[in-house]
């Protein structure tokens, strides 16, 4: 609701300098519009400070030109006060419509730098993803490319199976410095050309944050017939069940079909590390190192070695069910783009993952992303199951990318109540949402250590292992069967729709 203060309460300001000039240019009462003003000037303050995250840096670019107009109506209702109430009135409507539509065209645009502080920035060496017709039909662009001295190459040329989408007709288009305050203005124009399906920013897209805690929650269960150390600081396990998941496997000898892939696509994995590396085999060296820690938390949590006498433990005690590798999208500060993050979804398709785990995304400017949508097609068209973080700002996944794609497996975050965590976006207007534990986890952490930290990032990784543990049952489960299989095997929460069912591990072992 705060983005209608701003508005609302500027033309509050000029309806009533407007009636108080009418008012006392006819010797009536303006008392009444004299605290219209006053409650009107204090509403606009408050308008610049109360949001999320308040907008103090937006003072001087949007206060000066407001209160510069405002003058200026002032003066204008004093000079024409005397006018008839109907001419006054409809010139001030006018003058209203003015400031709104056309001399600020940027009230949304105001609204979103005060209250959007999570809005992306765009990659700034490849700032649009241009969906092509025909490749033959680029050489149309060059007027406009040549006018604003584009660059424009192929977002994705390593495609080993072009058929399965329209990613191969995507191109990047990098855009000088001089010329980003003319992004809108470019965007037209290339679409008005008519040789383009589509046109899309390519977004800087981060590790959803995450939030360290030393708050340790004791599991109460001990029973699991494993020897890690740290399986007392794993509370979800009590709430996923996972001692009995791990009797069933003992009992009836369960043995997979294949050992199945989880890549983490993320900021690296450290390889060596003493819970991770039995579990781990390389497609790149870059991508085998994590100087943030984010990916290697997450690593753990999707496939740490189980029964090692070391760290913690993941959902298959004899660690013949998964194994887990990391394709590197993310910077050693936890920051890639949208061309970045959907090159990473093609190659793990191409080498044949079967899950892959991302706990990263964002809110979107765009009302739709085709290219995300273009990626989760490629990658069903090869068998894998992509698993992506809800997001941590208490909002709707629907506002965030890649949470908001059709095709993917929306994980939202619960407490040790069961309660779905402070921060964690909700999924009840998500097709396929779903729930797992994520404040207070333990897991790896770079240099051989272990952290507790907070985040739907915990959560994803939680639903992407067991989402491998099916798929190495039943290998050709597709996306929508595995979740039908997560969802109807979950245990209801007080939340409701808004997390999502709670994973349950051995109920959805025995359903695949």
């Given at each position: 609701m705060w983005e209608f203060i701003y508005p609302i309460s500027y033309i509050g300001l000029l309806l009533s300098a407007?009636?108080?000039?009418?008012?006392?240019?006819?010797?009536?009462?303006?008392?009444?519009?004299?605290?219209?003003?006053?409650?009107?000037?204090?509403?606009?303050?408050?308008?610049?400070?109360?949001g999320d995250g308040g907008m103090l840096f937006s003072l001087i670019g949007v206060l000066t030109p407001d209160i510069a107009f405002l003058l200026a109506v002032v003066l204008i209702f004093n000079r024409l006060a005397p006018k008839p109430r109907g001419i006054y009135f409809m010139i001030f409507a006018v003058i209203a419509g003015l400031k709104?539509?056309?001399?600020?065209?940027?009230?949304?645009?105001?609204?979103?730098?005060?209250?959007?502080?999570?809005?992306?920035?765009?990659?700034?060496?490849?700032?649009?993803?241009?969906?092509?017709?025909?490749?033959?039909?680029?050489?149309?662009?060059k007027p406009v490319l040549d006018k604003y001295n584009i660059t424009m190459s192929l977002a994705f040329p390593n495609l080993q199976h072009p058929e399965y989408s329209d990613?191969?007709?995507?191109?990047?288009?990098?855009?000088?410095?001089?010329?980003?305050?003319?992004?809108?203005?470019?965007?037209?124009?290339?679409?008005?050309?008519?040789?383009?399906?589509?046109?899309?920013?390519?977004?800087?897209?981060?590790?959803?944050?995450?939030?360290?805690?030393?708050?340790?929650?004791?599991a109460k269960r001990t029973?699991?017939?494993?020897?890690?150390?740290?399986?007392?600081?794993?509370?979800?396990?009590?709430?996923?069940?996972?001692?009995?998941?791990?009797?069933?496997?003992?009992?009836?000898?369960?043995?997979?079909?294949?050992?199945?892939?989880?890549?983490i696509l993320d900021t690296g994995v450290e390889a060596d590390h003493e819970d991770i590396s039995a579990n781990y085999f390389s497609v790149?060296?870059?991508?085998?190192?994590?100087?943030?820690?984010?990916?290697?938390?997450?690593?753990?949590?999707?496939?740490?070695?189980?029964?090692?006498?070391?760290?913690?433990?993941?959902?298959?005690?004899?660690?013949n069910f998964i194994e887990i590798t990391s394709i590197k999208v993310l910077s050693d500060n936890g920051w890639g783009t949208q061309q970045g993050i959907?090159?990473?979804?093609?190659?793990?398709?191409?080498?044949?993952?079967?899950?892959?785990?991302?706990?990263?995304?964002?809110?979107?400017?765009?009302a739709s992303q085709r290219a995300y949508a273009e990626a989760m097609k490629y990658a069903a068209k090869a068998g894998t199951?992509?698993?992506?973080?809800?997001?941590?700002?208490?909002?709707?996944?629907?506002?965030?990318?890649?949470?908001?794609?059709?095709?993917?497996?929306?994980?939202?975050?619960?407490?040790?109540?069961?309660?779905?965590?402070?921060f964690s976006n909700t999924v009840d207007n998500i097709k396929m949402g779903i729930a797992a534990p994520g404040v207070n986890i333990y897991s790896s952490f770079p240099k051989n250590d272990y952290k507790l930290l907070n985040g739907t990032s915990m959560a994803t990784p939680y639903v992407a292992g067991l989402a491998g543990m099916l798929k190495a049952v039943n290998p050709d489960l597709t996306t929508e069967e595995l979740y039908e299989i997560l969802n109807n095997s979950g245990k209801e929460l007080k939340a409701g729709a808004e997390t999502g069912k709670l994973i349950q591990p051995l109920q959805a072992l025995q359903a695949a």
């Open positions: 407007a009636v108080f000039f009418y008012l006392k240019e006819r010797d009536l009462n303006a008392s009444a519009a004299k605290r219209g003003f006053w409650a009107s000037a204090l509403f606009y303050g408050l308008s610049f400070f109360i709104v539509y056309v001399i600020d065209n940027k009230v949304e645009t105001v609204t979103k730098s005060l209250f959007q502080t999570e809005q992306l920035d765009l990659a700034p060496n490849a700032e649009l993803l241009l969906d092509i017709k025909d490749h033959n039909l680029k050489g149309a662009l990613l191969d007709d995507y191109y990047v288009l990098d855009i000088p410095d001089e010329f980003l305050q003319d992004l809108e203005r470019i965007k037209k124009e290339l679409k008005k050309i008519g040789v383009s399906d589509w046109i899309e920013e390519n977004e800087m897209v981060q590790a959803v944050p995450i939030f360290e805690s030393d708050n340790i929650v004791r029973d699991y017939k494993v020897n890690d150390p740290a399986l007392e600081k794993l509370w979800g396990f009590d709430a996923m069940k996972v001692s009995e998941l791990y009797t069933y496997i003992r009992t009836e000898q369960l043995k997979p079909s294949k050992k199945a892939k989880v890549a790149a060296k870059k991508s085998d190192y994590d100087k943030m820690g984010h990916g290697t938390h997450c690593a753990g949590i999707a496939g740490a070695v189980s029964n090692n006498g070391k760290g913690i433990a993941s959902f298959a005690p004899d660690n959907l090159d990473g979804i093609t190659k793990a398709a191409d080498l044949k993952m079967d899950v892959i785990s991302m706990s990263l995304g964002g809110p979107s400017n765009d199951v992509v698993v992506v973080a809800a997001g941590n700002s208490n909002a709707d996944a629907t506002g965030f990318s890649p949470a908001n794609v059709e095709g993917v497996i929306t994980v939202s975050a619960i407490d040790e109540n069961l309660d779905r965590a402070k």
